[in-house]
């Protein structure tokens, strides 16, 4: 990234945190002057460490359904703590949980900021939207909660928890896009997803707050369970998840350890992927299926003999069936793995062609069309292939790897993904491949220092495959 | 045989219970009690043993407990709260025949579930009225009955279902047991529903309902989620090992064959639960270091098979979940003691029986000796080369399959 684009971003920040955290503040300060602190502090304590625990363990989950069960403790809260101070203790509450401890550690200061100031203004929102529900005249309403129509709280906490959504939403995105800029905001541009079970949990929470409100200090140790239990199944489903990923992440990475040339190809072509990814628009399911396509892309290649692979000389016709034949080893392999089967089906076409020529996985003929998916997955093989060194070259430049992807859109590669692939590449700003045009003597040098370096880390890091050494002829082909 | 023992245990639990729930549901018609709720309640038992929630242990829990302890908070006499309970529990007999894909399933299903639901329905119960009139708020004398009634319901079921299990199966029944402990979380889910229902019905009405059924609803798709996610990855972890064997670097299906013996063994000598999904990994992935041998100046080199268990426990190692799965892998080839020497407390047991498993597959499938010859291999090498307690063992697992006399 260039330095101007850095010193745009750094502005950004500090204009974007400076202003919502004085926003912050400002809320705060409203509210202390207009209710009073709720009376039961220790209930309000309760709750906050609750609330404090959830922010700051919040569970990744890839659709964001059930991120974390936060918003149902505000709710809780609010209607337990009762509308003469609700809104003071939740937004305090909120305050609290903003600044989680990783952002200090790291020593962030615009995440918490930003953070204080946006949960704030949320939650002093949404537990407003709640109150101004429970107080509106009609049937029911009453000042206090314990008068008021269950329907009143049932109805409100849901409102008040979409407001929550939408309020937040809209927040973290004007922050993204002012920071980012606009293409880092793709993937989260489906608040649908997000917003419905939000309602669902904040409903529950407000449902919750009045059981306490009924039967006492009695339900507080049962909403604890509903709160941890609800926690502990989604923590431990995301850790299973992440386990499984970084478990095949590992395993490739050391498989193609033992080769220098596919070293950390998978890494890249899985970053390039979800880059084209969100070029193109992709939400966040989509961007998960690409990347693990892209994790298992090569699978197959690791049960090919390794001579094949090093090859320095064209390959005979029988050698090249062999090396196709690794497109359908990852269908063999991963045949079993349920989950996986939509990504194989991407995987197993990434050497297919765009009009329907090169080499098909099972179940497609010659002349189909690859998806989408195969044909970024195929981009973005291409480009780490020509950018980086092989068996029988050294690395090639990025613009060479750019003037061979466009020479063959529109027969090898689909033009949209082409150019999809080359902005986002000259967005990010990273540079691959050789630097500077070579002679095939000095890439040989350069390749062999290179190899040395490689040796050197992996005594120090106990690794002891052996490895190859570069190729003596090199040719540019 | 065991089969039919646990037929005629179902059989016989099944038979108190219908003679208990006709003595109560006389006395709770004569007395005049509330017998229409009795029988909502019944009803609403025996339907919930249709639904059922996966646990962490890979088994699942039915949600007649769940209705089981809103009827014990909301009927009046602990009668009310048996008549309900047992009638419930002769429909739900009818329910899991009904759905279960084997009778043997049901069966033991049914014996750990109604013995412990009792149990639950007489200390609860019992509770609520030696507390009624104490100083107590009457929601928290309820919520007491309940958190005392689930922890004798909870390590009942868990007895129940090791010894049930030890019938059924011949596993160990520490392994059954530490099994059955597993499925805390789930069962506190399926407990708070039931309270949260019994406690506020009276009070919320028809409110209850997602009170007590939302929380339960959420946690519920997370542990279906969780129980997916856990048998893609044993998926993966499968497809990964058998690269080696695709590529034809081993010999095909010897990984698979070695985990399952390994699993059988594991079991049998009483591993806890999560130690023998760890032993699962490592036996399919012990050979996994062969991937090495596509490389030219290896096969020139040679190499022993302690060098392919270090690289495939440095390949296995790269995943930060597998840590010490990669250890076991690394030592695999670890005889048990070497002569002269002392015992080696450090090498750990899932190793041991790996080694004994695979050594074993070796033997029957490659050298194609009989399972008796196979056995004689391990015996001679006990005591020096593989442990004799596994070696025991694998002789009575051989037995159960049926593989050699018992």
Request: proline fraction near 4%; glycine fraction near 8%.
């Amino acid at each position: 990234m260039s330095r101007a684009a850095v010193q745009r971003q750094h502005r950004a920040k500090i204009q974007l945190a400076a202003g919502l955290g004085a926003l912050g503040v400002a809320v705060l300060a409203a509210l202390f002057w207009l209710q009073p602190f709720p009376d039961q502090v220790w209930l309000w304590a309760l709750f906050t460490v609750a609330f404090v625990y959830f922010e700051w363990n919040a569970v990744e989950v890839n659709d964001r359904l059930f991120a974390s069960p936060s918003i149902m403790v505000l709710l809780t809260a609010a209607v337990a703590i009762g509308p003469e101070s609700a809104m003071l203790g939740v937004a305090t509450m909120a305050a609290l949980g903003a600044v989680v401890p990783a952002d200090i550690q790291q020593r962030r200061w615009f995440q918490p900021i930003a953070n204080f100031g946006q949960m704030t203004v949320t939650a002093a929102l949404s537990t407003g939207t709640l109150v101004a529900v429970l107080m509106l005249p009609g049937p029911g309403s009453a000042a206090g909660f314990e008068q008021a129509d269950l329907w009143r709280i049932a109805v409100g906490s849901a409102l008040a928890a979409s407001v929550y959504g939408v309020v937040q939403y809209r927040l973290v995105l004007f922050a993204v896009s002012r920071v980012y800029g606009r293409l880092e905001v793709r993937p989260w541009s489906h608040i649908g997803a997000i917003l419905l079970p939000m309602t669902g949990m904040g409903f529950l929470g407000g449902l919750l707050g009045a059981t306490y409100l009924v039967i006492g200090t009695a339900a507080l140790p049962l909403i604890a369970v509903v709160f941890f239990v609800g926690y502990m199944a989604f923590e431990s489903y995301a850790r299973l998840r992440e386990a499984q990923e970084s478990t095949i992440r590992g395993f490739i990475k050391a498989l193609e350890a033992k080769d220098l040339y596919t070293r950390g190809h998978t890494e890249r072509v899985a970053r390039f992927t979800e880059m084209i990814g969100k070029q193109m628009g992709f939400d966040g399911t989509q961007l998960e299926r690409l990347r693990w396509a892209a994790l298992i892309h090569d699978v197959g290649k690791l049960a090919v003999p390794r001579e094949l692979i090093r090859k320095r000389s064209r390959l005979t016709d029988e050698e090249h069936e062999t090396m196709q034949t690794h497109v359908h080893f990852v269908e063999e392999l991963l045949e079993e793995v349920d989950f996986l089967q939509p990504m194989i089906e991407i995987a197993s076409n990434h050497h297919a062609h765009y009009d329907g020529n090169g080499y098909h996985g099972t179940g497609h003929e010659h002349g189909d069309m690859p998806s989408k998916e195969a044909c970024i997955l195929a981009v973005a093989d291409t480009f780490d292939a020509i950018t980086s060194t092989r068996s029988y070259r050294v690395a090639l430049t990025q613009p060479y790897a750019y003037a061979e992807l466009r020479r063959h859109a529109g027969s090898q590669f689909d033009p949209e993904v082409v150019e999809a692939f080359i902005e986002g590449m000259e967005n990010s700003g990273h540079r691959y491949g050789s630097k500077v045009e070579l002679t095939d003597e000095e890439a040989r040098d350069i390749a062999e220092e290179g190899l040395e370096a490689i040796r050197v880390a992996d005594q120090i890091h106990g690794r002891d495959f052996p490895l190859a050494p570069i190729a003596k002829d090199v040719d540019n082909g | 045989m065991a089969e039919s023992r646990l037929h005629r245990l179902s059989l016989i639990v099944l038979g108190a219970i219908t003679v208990l729930g006709a003595a109560a549901v006389v006395f709770v018609v004569r007395s005049g009690e509330v017998w229409s709720a009795t029988l909502f309640w019944a009803i609403a038992i025996a339907g919930m043993h249709y639904l059922s929630v996966p646990t962490p242990s890979g088994k699942h829990i039915n949600l007649a407990i769940g209705p089981a302890v809103a009827a014990a908070i909301l009927l009046p006499s602990t009668l009310a709260v048996m008549a309900a309970y047992s009638v419930g529990l002769v429909g739900g007999w009818a329910v899991l025949r009904w759905r279960s894909n084997t009778d043997r399933d049901a069966d033991s299903d049914y014996v750990a579930e109604s013995i412990s639901m009792v149990a639950f329905g007489v200390v609860a119960s019992s509770g609520l009225t030696g507390l009624s009139g104490s100083s107590l708020p009457l929601a928290w004398e309820q919520l007491l009955s309940v958190i005392v009634g689930g922890s004798v319901w909870f390590v009942l079921r868990a007895l129940v279902s090791a010894w049930v299990g030890t019938e059924r199966d011949d596993l160990a029944s520490r392994y059954l047991w530490l099994l059955a402990l597993e499925d805390w979380t789930v069962a506190l889910a399926i407990f708070t529903g039931g309270a949260l229902f019994g406690m506020t019905w009276p009070l919320m009405g028809i409110w209850a309902f997602p009170v007590a059924i939302l929380p339960y609803a959420f946690s519920h798709l997370a542990f279906v989620r969780y129980d997916s996610t856990r048998i893609t990855y044993g998926q993966m972890i499968r497809a990964l090992a058998q690269i080696p064997e695709v590529a034809d670097l081993a010999p095909r299906g010897h990984s698979t064959r070695t985990a399952d013996l390994a699993v059988s063994m594991a079991r049998e000598i009483g591993l806890h639960p999560n130690e023998v999904t760890e032993l699962e990994y490592a036996a399919l992935m012990h050979d996994v270091g062969r991937i090495t041998l596509t490389e030219p100046a290896i096969l020139k080199a040679g190499y022993t098979d302690e060098d392919i268990a270090r690289w495939g426990a440095q390949i296995i190692a790269e995943a930060p979940y597998l840590q010490e799965v990669s250890e076991y892998v690394r030592v695999q080839h670890s005889p048990f003691r070497r002569p002269g020497e002392a015992l080696d407390p450090d090498v750990p047991m899932i190793s041991k029986i790996i080694k004994v498993a695979s050594a074993y597959d070796q033997a029957v499938h490659e050298m194609h000796l009989s399972p008796l010859e196979g056995l004689e291999r391990i015996h001679r090498g006990s005591a020096y080369d593989f442990d004799p307690e596994v070696s025991a063992s694998l002789r009575r697992v051989l037995a159960q399959r049926g593989v050699i006399a018992a």
